[in-house]
């Protein structure tokens, strides 16, 4: 039976090539899995060339990364119930992969509620064609309230400025009723621990001040996932001149950018439909006899 630890920065290492083979969403990020291992109880197992990330609150799995007989894998993970074994968060792809392998062992495949906004960078660079037309009219108002702005990457000189932008922003929201907990422990987490995590982010400043910043890393070659974003809100088109000038800053080294999931939440829905995704990354809950 497998031995599983909780997740440490230390792991990165080992894990981040094992993560970066193929692209299956922006839950199979080291800094997802590191971020969140308190909330979620995270831990990690290593098992020949690969490795599995287990979710102890609920007993579930993440698909095993690297190359492997998952038959073999499958058999050495230990099951809360002794009967079944539960993985989370897979792709179209490998749920099949599942079902070629497991065949009448699979008991359930249940489409998760939470696909992830995949969007081509150049759209989101540009904001070309009708479709952005309210996009680019939020930037250009921006840009007339903010003349001089300007854009610039996260750096160990100006990370201290993103972490006090970031606080006023929590404190602005406090009371809203809105269950914030998971959101500040990613964005304060990603930076207190940006360079280890190996994040890339960027700021908008305006007269000197930051009023919008944004993060995230790459997850599989030409796809990168913005992990955080946020904007004051003290500009009309704060959070559209970050998420343009971010893409285009990742034009260049990536096609696609995975904004994550919308965490339920019906107006974060309708920002993120409404920058036109090509296509959603959609999930199953996959339950087979152990």
Same mark, same amino acid.
């Given at each position: 039976? @497998?031995?599983? %630890?909780? !997740?440490?920065? +230390?792991?990165?290492?080992? @894990?981040?090539?094992?993560?970066?083979?193929?692209d =299956?969403?922006?839950? $199979?990020?080291?800094?997802?899995? $590191?971020l969140y291992r308190n909330i979620f109880d995270t831990k990690i197992a290593y098992y020949k060339d690969s490795a599995v990330v287990n979710f102890g609150n609920s007993g579930s799995f993440l698909m095993p990364l690297g190359q492997c007989n998952l038959t073999e894998l499958v058999a050495e993970l230990p099951s809360e119930d002794g009967d079944t074994i539960r993985f989370v968060c897979v792709p179209k792809e490998e749920t099949e992969l599942l079902k070629s392998t497991f065949g009448g062992r699979i008991i359930s495949v249940t489409a998760q509620d939470d696909p992830e906004y995949v969007y081509r960078s150049s759209d @989101?660079? /540009?904001?070309? +064609?009708?479709?952005?037309?309210?996009? =680019?009219?939020?930037? *250009?108002r921006?840009?007339? %309230?903010?003349?001089? $702005? /300007?854009?610039?990457?996260? *750096?160990? &000189?100006?990370?201290a400025?993103?972490?006090?932008?970031?606080?006023?922003? $929590? !404190?602005?929201?406090? #009371?809203? #009723? &809105?269950?914030l907990s998971s959101d500040y422990v990613c964005s304060t987490g990603s930076l207190k621990e940006?360079?280890?995590? #190996?994040? *890339?982010?960027?700021?908008? =400043?305006?007269?000197?001040? !930051?009023?919008?910043?944004?993060?995230?890393?790459?997850?599989?070659? +030409? !796809?990168?996932? *913005?992990?955080?974003?946020?904007?004051?809100?003290t500009s009309e088109g704060d959070y559209a001149i970050i998420n343009r000038d971010f893409a285009r800053m990742l034009s260049a080294d990536y096609e696609l950018i995975n904004r994550e999931d919308d965490? #339920?939440?019906e107006g974060l829905r309708k920002a993120k439909q409404s920058y036109h995704p090509l296509y959603m990354l959609e999930k199953n809950m996959v339950v087979l006899k152990k």
């Open positions: 039976m @497998l031995q599983f %630890q909780k !997740v440490s920065i +230390g792991d990165r290492d080992r @894990l981040l090539p094992l993560l970066l083979e193929k =299956r969403g922006c839950e $199979y990020t080291f800094s997802n899995i $590191y @989101l660079a /540009t904001l070309s +064609g009708k479709r952005y037309h309210s996009k =680019r009219n939020f930037c *250009t921006f840009e007339k %309230q903010n003349p001089g $702005y /300007t854009f610039e990457m996260i *750096t160990a &000189d100006n990370i400025d993103v972490a006090a932008m970031n606080s006023a922003w $929590y !404190v602005e929201r406090r #009371g809203s #009723g &809105d269950d940006f360079n280890e995590l #190996g994040l *890339t982010g960027a700021l908008i =400043r305006s007269n000197g001040r !930051v009023v919008a910043w944004c993060c995230g890393e790459k997850t599989a070659e +030409g !796809v990168f996932c *913005t992990h955080v974003e946020k904007a004051l809100g965490a #339920g939440d």
